[in-house]
Protein backbone atom coordinates (compact mmCIF):
# COMPACT_ATOMS: atom_id res chain seq x y z
CA UNK A 1 0.00 0.00 0.00
CA UNK A 2 1.22 3.54 -1.21
CA UNK A 3 2.06 5.35 2.28
CA UNK A 4 0.07 8.33 3.39
CA UNK A 5 2.46 10.09 5.08
CA UNK A 6 5.96 9.22 3.27
CA UNK A 7 7.65 12.85 4.99
CA UNK A 8 7.33 11.36 8.22
CA UNK A 9 9.44 8.23 9.71
CA UNK A 10 8.89 6.92 13.49
CA UNK A 11 8.70 9.30 16.06
CA UNK A 12 11.45 9.34 18.13
CA UNK A 13 12.89 10.73 21.35
CA UNK A 14 15.03 13.64 20.98
CA UNK A 15 14.91 15.33 24.39
CA UNK A 16 13.81 18.87 25.93
CA UNK A 17 16.18 20.47 23.85
CA UNK A 18 15.20 18.84 19.97
CA UNK A 19 13.79 21.99 17.52
CA UNK A 20 12.32 19.00 15.47
CA UNK A 21 8.72 19.35 15.19
CA UNK A 22 8.21 15.46 14.62
CA UNK A 23 9.97 14.56 17.38
CA UNK A 24 9.40 13.87 21.28
CA UNK A 25 10.81 15.74 24.16
CA UNK A 26 9.32 15.00 26.95
CA UNK A 27 7.49 11.81 26.21
CA UNK A 28 9.80 9.09 26.10
CA UNK A 29 7.98 6.09 26.45
CA UNK A 30 10.70 3.78 28.11
CA UNK A 31 11.74 5.76 30.94
CA UNK A 32 11.14 4.64 34.27
CA UNK A 33 8.96 6.92 36.31
CA UNK A 34 7.64 6.00 40.08
CA UNK A 35 7.84 1.87 38.90
CA UNK A 36 6.34 2.06 35.21
CA UNK A 37 7.60 3.27 32.21
CA UNK A 38 5.92 6.16 30.89
CA UNK A 39 4.55 4.39 28.05
CA UNK A 40 2.66 2.38 30.46
CA UNK A 41 1.44 5.31 32.87
CA UNK A 42 0.03 7.37 30.11
CA UNK A 43 -1.42 4.43 28.11
CA UNK A 44 -2.07 7.09 24.60
CA UNK A 45 -4.49 6.35 22.48
CA UNK A 46 -5.75 7.56 18.93
CA UNK A 47 -9.25 8.27 18.72
CA UNK A 48 -10.31 7.09 15.37
CA UNK A 49 -13.68 9.57 14.96
CA UNK A 50 -11.36 12.64 15.30
CA UNK A 51 -8.36 11.86 13.34
CA UNK A 52 -10.09 9.91 10.78
CA UNK A 53 -13.67 10.81 10.09
CA UNK A 54 -13.22 14.42 11.15
CA UNK A 55 -13.79 16.78 8.07
CA UNK A 56 -12.89 19.80 9.84
CA UNK A 57 -16.10 21.55 10.09
CA UNK A 58 -18.02 23.56 12.74
CA UNK A 59 -21.44 24.86 13.26
CA UNK A 60 -20.68 27.46 10.83
CA UNK A 61 -18.86 25.60 8.09
CA UNK A 62 -17.92 23.44 5.78
CA UNK A 63 -15.20 20.60 6.22
CA UNK A 64 -11.44 21.47 5.10
CA UNK A 65 -9.47 18.84 6.07
CA UNK A 66 -6.83 17.57 3.43
CA UNK A 67 -7.41 13.39 3.91
CA UNK A 68 -6.13 12.47 0.00
CA UNK A 69 -5.94 8.94 0.93
CA UNK A 70 -9.92 8.95 1.57
CA UNK A 71 -12.24 8.74 -1.74
CA UNK A 72 -15.33 10.46 0.48
CA UNK A 73 -17.30 7.54 -0.25
CA UNK A 74 -18.91 5.83 2.22
CA UNK A 75 -17.73 2.22 1.02
CA UNK A 76 -16.39 -0.90 2.67
CA UNK A 77 -13.19 -0.58 0.03
CA UNK A 78 -12.76 3.23 1.34
CA UNK A 79 -13.17 1.90 5.03
CA UNK A 80 -10.94 -0.74 4.73
CA UNK A 81 -7.93 1.07 2.82
CA UNK A 82 -8.90 4.26 5.78
CA UNK A 83 -8.16 1.52 8.34
CA UNK A 84 -4.82 0.80 7.29
CA UNK A 85 -4.18 4.41 6.69
CA UNK A 86 -4.86 4.62 10.41
CA UNK A 87 -2.57 2.32 11.48
CA UNK A 88 0.75 3.98 9.66
CA UNK A 89 -0.21 6.75 12.00
CA UNK A 90 -0.80 5.23 14.73
CA UNK A 91 2.23 2.50 14.33
CA UNK A 92 4.57 5.91 13.34
CA UNK A 93 3.59 8.09 16.20
CA UNK A 94 4.14 5.36 18.72
CA UNK A 95 0.66 5.13 20.87
CA UNK A 96 0.10 2.03 21.86
CA UNK A 97 -3.95 2.49 21.54
CA UNK A 98 -6.64 3.29 19.97
CA UNK A 99 -10.53 3.59 20.54
CA UNK A 100 -13.34 3.81 17.81
CA UNK A 101 -17.07 3.89 17.59
CA UNK A 102 -18.66 1.14 15.28
CA UNK A 103 -19.86 3.67 12.68
CA UNK A 104 -16.48 5.46 12.29
CA UNK A 105 -14.83 2.43 10.97
CA UNK A 106 -17.64 0.90 9.11
CA UNK A 107 -20.64 2.24 7.47
CA UNK A 108 -23.54 1.79 7.57
CA UNK A 109 -25.34 -0.52 5.09
CA UNK A 110 -29.37 -0.55 4.18
CA UNK A 111 -29.86 -2.63 6.86
CA UNK A 112 -29.08 -3.67 10.60
CA UNK A 113 -27.69 -6.76 9.10
CA UNK A 114 -26.00 -5.33 6.25
CA UNK A 115 -24.31 -2.58 8.74
CA UNK A 116 -23.27 -5.80 10.74
CA UNK A 117 -21.52 -7.42 8.22
CA UNK A 118 -20.02 -4.43 6.74
CA UNK A 119 -18.55 -3.73 10.05
CA UNK A 120 -17.35 -7.59 10.25
CA UNK A 121 -15.73 -7.25 6.91
CA UNK A 122 -13.56 -4.04 8.52
CA UNK A 123 -12.90 -5.26 12.08
CA UNK A 124 -11.25 -7.90 9.58
CA UNK A 125 -8.70 -5.54 8.59
CA UNK A 126 -7.79 -3.90 12.23
CA UNK A 127 -7.35 -7.55 13.74
CA UNK A 128 -4.54 -7.70 10.88
CA UNK A 129 -3.29 -3.95 11.40
CA UNK A 130 -3.46 -4.60 14.98
CA UNK A 131 -1.39 -7.98 14.74
CA UNK A 132 0.77 -6.53 12.78
CA UNK A 133 1.65 -3.38 14.56
CA UNK A 134 0.95 -4.50 18.13
CA UNK A 135 -1.34 -1.59 18.50
CA UNK A 136 -3.99 -2.61 21.20
CA UNK A 137 -7.92 -1.41 21.31
CA UNK A 138 -8.14 1.03 24.49
CA UNK A 139 -11.96 0.89 24.09
CA UNK A 140 -14.89 0.58 21.48
CA UNK A 141 -18.19 2.40 21.51
CA UNK A 142 -21.32 2.45 19.49
CA UNK A 143 -22.53 5.47 18.03
CA UNK A 144 -26.17 5.63 18.95
CA UNK A 145 -26.16 9.64 18.03
CA UNK A 146 -25.96 10.42 14.72
CA UNK A 147 -28.24 8.41 12.77
CA UNK A 148 -31.91 10.41 12.88
CA UNK A 149 -33.22 7.01 14.60
CA UNK A 150 -31.82 8.17 17.57
CA UNK A 151 -32.91 11.72 17.50
CA UNK A 152 -35.27 11.06 20.61
CA UNK A 153 -32.34 9.42 22.38
CA UNK A 154 -31.40 5.47 22.46
CA UNK A 155 -31.88 3.38 25.71
CA UNK A 156 -34.05 6.79 26.77
CA UNK A 157 -35.95 6.85 23.48
CA UNK A 158 -39.64 6.80 24.30
CA UNK A 159 -40.06 4.49 21.44
CA UNK A 160 -39.20 0.56 22.16
CA UNK A 161 -38.39 -0.13 18.55
CA UNK A 162 -35.40 2.26 18.92
CA UNK A 163 -34.71 0.62 22.15
CA UNK A 164 -34.33 -2.37 20.53
CA UNK A 165 -32.51 -1.44 17.60
CA UNK A 166 -29.91 0.29 19.92
CA UNK A 167 -30.01 -2.77 22.35
CA UNK A 168 -28.71 -4.88 18.89
CA UNK A 169 -25.85 -2.34 17.76
CA UNK A 170 -24.68 -2.63 21.53
CA UNK A 171 -24.48 -6.20 21.34
CA UNK A 172 -22.68 -6.41 18.28
CA UNK A 173 -20.05 -3.45 19.15
CA UNK A 174 -19.19 -5.48 22.83
CA UNK A 175 -18.92 -8.76 20.29
CA UNK A 176 -16.59 -6.51 18.29
CA UNK A 177 -14.91 -5.49 20.93
CA UNK A 178 -14.44 -8.64 22.66
CA UNK A 179 -13.25 -10.40 18.92
CA UNK A 180 -10.59 -7.02 19.07
CA UNK A 181 -9.32 -7.80 22.77
CA UNK A 182 -10.17 -4.29 23.87
CA UNK A 183 -9.38 -3.54 27.31
CA UNK A 184 -12.53 -1.63 27.68
CA UNK A 185 -16.48 -0.39 26.60
CA UNK A 186 -17.51 2.84 26.48
CA UNK A 187 -21.17 3.86 27.23
CA UNK A 188 -21.71 7.75 26.39
CA UNK A 189 -24.93 8.41 26.25
CA UNK A 190 -24.70 11.51 23.59
CA UNK A 191 -28.62 11.85 22.83
CA UNK A 192 -29.99 10.14 26.33
CA UNK A 193 -31.04 13.24 27.83
CA UNK A 194 -33.70 15.72 27.07
CA UNK A 195 -34.48 18.87 24.90
CA UNK A 196 -38.03 19.52 26.72
CA UNK A 197 -39.53 18.40 29.78
CA UNK A 198 -43.00 18.84 28.72
CA UNK A 199 -42.49 16.10 26.83
CA UNK A 200 -39.95 13.69 28.73
CA UNK A 201 -40.93 11.11 31.19
CA UNK A 202 -37.80 11.61 33.58
CA UNK A 203 -38.60 8.67 35.88
CA UNK A 204 -39.62 6.50 33.30
CA UNK A 205 -36.11 7.05 30.91
CA UNK A 206 -33.97 6.59 33.66
CA UNK A 207 -35.27 3.23 34.57
CA UNK A 208 -34.70 2.31 30.70
CA UNK A 209 -31.30 3.17 30.44
CA UNK A 210 -30.79 1.62 33.69
CA UNK A 211 -32.36 -1.70 32.37
CA UNK A 212 -30.06 -1.28 29.26
CA UNK A 213 -26.94 -1.22 31.09
CA UNK A 214 -28.09 -4.27 33.04
CA UNK A 215 -28.56 -5.80 29.97
CA UNK A 216 -25.58 -4.88 28.39
CA UNK A 217 -23.79 -6.22 31.66
CA UNK A 218 -25.80 -9.57 31.51
CA UNK A 219 -24.40 -9.72 27.96
CA UNK A 220 -21.10 -9.03 28.65
CA UNK A 221 -20.78 -11.90 31.22
CA UNK A 222 -22.24 -14.20 28.79
CA UNK A 223 -19.61 -13.84 26.33
CA UNK A 224 -17.05 -13.51 28.80
CA UNK A 225 -15.51 -10.20 27.52
CA UNK A 226 -13.49 -9.06 30.31
CA UNK A 227 -12.58 -5.69 29.39
CA UNK A 228 -14.44 -2.67 31.89
CA UNK A 229 -17.39 -0.74 31.09
CA UNK A 230 -17.16 2.69 31.21
CA UNK A 231 -19.72 5.81 31.43
CA UNK A 232 -18.86 8.89 29.51
CA UNK A 233 -20.77 11.61 31.92
CA UNK A 234 -21.16 15.21 29.65
CA UNK A 235 -23.97 17.61 30.80
CA UNK A 236 -25.26 18.45 27.52
CA UNK A 237 -24.50 19.16 23.46
CA UNK A 238 -26.64 17.36 21.36
CA UNK A 239 -29.34 17.58 24.39
CA UNK A 240 -30.10 20.21 26.54
CA UNK A 241 -29.21 18.07 29.24
CA UNK A 242 -27.90 14.76 29.37
CA UNK A 243 -28.29 12.15 32.20
CA UNK A 244 -24.69 11.21 32.47
CA UNK A 245 -24.28 14.86 33.33
CA UNK A 246 -21.16 14.96 35.74
CA UNK A 247 -19.17 12.43 37.68
CA UNK A 248 -20.88 12.70 40.81
CA UNK A 249 -24.69 12.28 38.63
CA UNK A 250 -23.24 9.05 36.84
CA UNK A 251 -21.84 7.84 40.36
CA UNK A 252 -25.60 8.29 42.35
CA UNK A 253 -27.13 6.46 38.99
CA UNK A 254 -24.88 3.42 38.87
CA UNK A 255 -25.69 3.75 42.62
CA UNK A 256 -29.23 3.95 42.31
CA UNK A 257 -29.78 1.44 39.91
CA UNK A 258 -27.50 -1.33 41.16
CA UNK A 259 -24.63 -1.08 38.37
CA UNK A 260 -21.65 0.66 40.43
CA UNK A 261 -19.71 -2.61 40.91
CA UNK A 262 -19.66 -3.16 36.91
CA UNK A 263 -18.82 0.10 35.34
CA UNK A 264 -15.98 3.12 36.24
CA UNK A 265 -16.33 6.88 34.95
CA UNK A 266 -14.23 7.91 31.48
CA UNK A 267 -13.97 11.30 32.28
CA UNK A 268 -12.93 13.81 29.75
CA UNK A 269 -11.91 17.30 30.51
CA UNK A 270 -13.90 19.33 28.18
CA UNK A 271 -17.36 17.89 29.55
CA UNK A 272 -15.83 18.78 33.13
CA UNK A 273 -16.00 22.21 31.50
CA UNK A 274 -19.52 21.98 30.15
CA UNK A 275 -20.70 21.10 33.54
CA UNK A 276 -19.08 24.05 35.71
CA UNK A 277 -16.46 21.79 36.95
CA UNK A 278 -12.48 21.66 36.47
CA UNK A 279 -11.00 18.44 35.43
CA UNK A 280 -9.54 18.19 39.01
CA UNK A 281 -12.53 18.07 40.37
CA UNK A 282 -14.32 15.17 38.11
CA UNK A 283 -11.08 13.39 38.40
CA UNK A 284 -11.14 13.63 42.24
CA UNK A 285 -14.95 12.82 42.90
CA UNK A 286 -14.86 9.64 40.48
CA UNK A 287 -11.30 8.89 42.10
CA UNK A 288 -12.59 8.92 45.95
CA UNK A 289 -15.55 6.85 44.78
CA UNK A 290 -13.11 4.20 43.10
CA UNK A 291 -14.78 4.74 39.97
CA UNK A 292 -12.05 6.78 37.51
CA UNK A 293 -11.19 4.21 35.08
CA UNK A 294 -10.09 6.49 31.87
CA UNK A 295 -9.47 9.72 30.64
CA UNK A 296 -10.34 11.44 26.91
CA UNK A 297 -7.68 13.85 27.26
CA UNK A 298 -8.86 17.37 25.73
CA UNK A 299 -9.76 20.65 26.38
CA UNK A 300 -12.52 22.84 25.17
CA UNK A 301 -12.77 26.48 24.75
CA UNK A 302 -14.27 29.00 27.39
CA UNK A 303 -14.82 31.44 25.40
CA UNK A 304 -16.87 29.31 22.81
CA UNK A 305 -20.21 28.08 23.05
CA UNK A 306 -19.97 24.26 21.66
CA UNK A 307 -17.71 20.90 22.95
CA UNK A 308 -14.25 22.74 20.80
CA UNK A 309 -12.28 18.96 21.49
CA UNK A 310 -8.84 20.39 21.46
CA UNK A 311 -6.07 18.73 22.26
CA UNK A 312 -4.53 19.35 25.79
CA UNK A 313 -1.18 21.48 25.87
CA UNK A 314 -1.74 23.23 29.60
CA UNK A 315 0.59 21.86 31.45
CA UNK A 316 -1.13 22.88 34.73
CA UNK A 317 -4.00 20.52 33.80
CA UNK A 318 -1.41 17.75 32.84
CA UNK A 319 -0.27 18.11 35.99
CA UNK A 320 -2.93 17.91 37.80
CA UNK A 321 -4.55 15.08 36.07
CA UNK A 322 -1.43 13.23 36.26
CA UNK A 323 -1.43 13.98 40.18
CA UNK A 324 -4.80 12.65 40.69
CA UNK A 325 -3.99 9.20 38.38
CA UNK A 326 -0.34 8.48 40.29
CA UNK A 327 -2.49 9.20 43.50
CA UNK A 328 -4.77 6.23 42.52
CA UNK A 329 -1.70 3.75 41.95
CA UNK A 330 -1.81 4.51 38.25
CA UNK A 331 -4.68 3.42 34.94
CA UNK A 332 -5.24 -0.10 34.70
CA UNK A 333 -7.62 -1.10 32.01
CA UNK A 334 -7.56 3.10 31.26
CA UNK A 335 -5.41 5.17 29.46
CA UNK A 336 -5.13 9.02 28.02
CA UNK A 337 -7.43 8.60 24.87
CA UNK A 338 -7.42 12.18 22.66
CA UNK A 339 -10.53 12.49 21.86
CA UNK A 340 -9.63 16.02 20.30
CA UNK A 341 -9.29 17.40 16.93
CA UNK A 342 -7.63 19.70 14.91
CA UNK A 343 -8.50 23.23 14.67
CA UNK A 344 -10.38 23.59 10.97
CA UNK A 345 -7.57 25.56 10.49
CA UNK A 346 -4.90 23.25 10.85
CA UNK A 347 -6.23 20.54 7.76
CA UNK A 348 -2.93 19.57 6.53
CA UNK A 349 -2.41 15.35 7.46
CA UNK A 350 1.01 16.27 8.87
CA UNK A 351 -1.25 18.51 11.71
CA UNK A 352 -2.15 15.41 13.12
CA UNK A 353 1.12 14.42 14.07
CA UNK A 354 1.74 17.58 15.32
CA UNK A 355 -1.15 17.83 17.33
CA UNK A 356 -0.58 14.18 18.78
CA UNK A 357 2.90 15.21 19.56
CA UNK A 358 2.21 18.08 21.69
CA UNK A 359 -0.26 16.55 23.11
CA UNK A 360 2.24 13.67 23.70
CA UNK A 361 4.83 15.85 25.60
CA UNK A 362 2.24 17.67 27.38
CA UNK A 363 1.09 14.81 29.29
CA UNK A 364 4.94 13.43 29.63
CA UNK A 365 5.46 16.80 31.19
CA UNK A 366 2.33 16.80 33.57
CA UNK A 367 3.42 13.41 34.72
CA UNK A 368 7.12 14.55 34.98
CA UNK A 369 5.96 17.14 37.16
CA UNK A 370 3.73 15.58 39.03
CA UNK A 371 5.94 12.70 40.09
CA UNK A 372 8.56 15.36 41.04
CA UNK A 373 5.81 17.31 43.59
CA UNK A 374 5.14 14.24 45.23
CA UNK A 375 9.32 13.38 45.71
CA UNK A 376 9.39 16.99 47.28
CA UNK A 377 6.56 15.91 49.66
CA UNK A 378 5.67 19.83 50.53
CA UNK A 379 2.80 19.41 49.27
CA UNK A 380 1.52 16.33 50.50
CA UNK A 381 3.06 17.57 54.24
CA UNK A 382 0.71 20.82 53.80
CA UNK A 383 -2.43 18.82 52.87
CA UNK A 384 -1.83 16.24 55.87
CA UNK A 385 -0.95 19.06 58.29
CA UNK A 386 -5.00 20.35 57.49
CA UNK A 387 -6.29 17.19 59.32
CA UNK A 388 -3.89 17.16 61.74
CA UNK A 389 -6.70 17.20 64.15
CA UNK A 390 -8.33 14.43 62.89
CA UNK A 391 -4.56 11.74 63.86
CA UNK A 392 -5.33 11.89 67.54
CA UNK A 393 -7.76 12.58 70.77
CA UNK A 394 -11.03 13.79 69.39
CA UNK A 395 -10.95 13.75 66.03
CA UNK A 396 -9.23 9.75 65.94
CA UNK A 397 -12.24 8.65 68.01
CA UNK A 398 -14.89 10.06 66.11
CA UNK A 399 -13.65 8.46 62.68
CA UNK A 400 -13.12 5.59 65.42
CA UNK A 401 -16.90 5.42 65.41
CA UNK A 402 -16.87 5.89 69.27
CA UNK A 403 -18.49 9.10 69.76
CA UNK A 404 -21.47 10.26 69.44
CA UNK A 405 -24.02 13.43 69.53
CA UNK A 406 -24.03 13.47 73.59
CA UNK A 407 -20.46 12.87 74.18
CA UNK A 408 -19.41 15.76 71.23
CA UNK A 409 -21.61 18.17 73.41
CA UNK A 410 -19.61 17.25 76.63
CA UNK A 411 -16.35 17.38 74.52
CA UNK A 412 -17.39 21.17 72.97
CA UNK A 413 -19.03 22.41 76.48
CA UNK A 414 -15.79 21.17 78.52
CA UNK A 415 -13.41 22.74 75.75
CA UNK A 416 -12.45 26.16 73.98
CA UNK A 417 -14.09 27.64 71.00
CA UNK A 418 -12.32 26.11 67.74
CA UNK A 419 -11.90 29.58 66.19
CA UNK A 420 -8.36 30.23 63.91
CA UNK A 421 -7.27 26.68 63.78
CA UNK A 422 -5.20 26.32 60.84
CA UNK A 423 -4.42 28.68 57.37
CA UNK A 424 -5.48 27.13 54.00
CA UNK A 425 -1.81 28.29 52.75
CA UNK A 426 -3.84 28.06 49.32
CA UNK A 427 -1.44 30.99 48.17
CA UNK A 428 1.99 28.95 49.13
CA UNK A 429 0.36 25.49 47.81
CA UNK A 430 -0.32 27.22 44.15
CA UNK A 431 3.04 29.12 44.08
CA UNK A 432 4.89 25.67 45.64
CA UNK A 433 3.03 23.58 42.08
CA UNK A 434 4.23 26.48 40.08
CA UNK A 435 8.25 25.71 40.61
CA UNK A 436 7.52 22.43 38.62
CA UNK A 437 5.79 23.66 36.14
C1 LIG B 1 -18.60 13.35 22.66
C2 LIG B 1 -17.61 12.37 23.14
C3 LIG B 1 -17.65 11.04 22.48
C4 LIG B 1 -17.32 9.91 23.39
C5 LIG B 1 -17.51 8.56 22.76
O1 LIG B 1 -18.55 14.58 23.29
O2 LIG B 1 -16.79 12.67 23.98
O3 LIG B 1 -16.80 11.08 21.39
O4 LIG B 1 -16.01 9.98 23.85
O5 LIG B 1 -18.76 8.38 22.22
CO1 LIG C 1 -15.18 11.63 24.81
Known amino acids: MKSAFPEVTKISYE ?67 RARVAFEFIEKLGAPFYAFHDRDVAPEGASLAETNRNLDAVVKVLKEEQERTGTKLLWATANLFTHPRFLHGAATSPNADVFVYAAAQVKKAIEVAHELGAAGYTFWGGREGYSSLWNTDMKRELEHLAKFLHMAVDYKKQIGFQGTFYIEPKP ?83 TQLMLTVLKMGGFTSGGLNFDAKVRRESFEPVDLFYAHIGAMDALARGLKNASAIRADGRLAELLNGRYASWKTGIGAAIEAGKEDFNSLDKHALSNPDPIQHTSGHQELLESIVNEFI
Open 15 to 81: GPSSKNALAFKHYDPAKVIENRTMAEHLRFSVAYWHTFRNVLGDPFGIGTAIRPWDDGSNSVENACN
Open 236 to 318: KEPTKHQYDSDAAACLNFLREYGLLEDFKLNLETNHATLAGHSMQHECEVAAAAGALGSLDANVGDELLGWDTDQFPTNIYLT
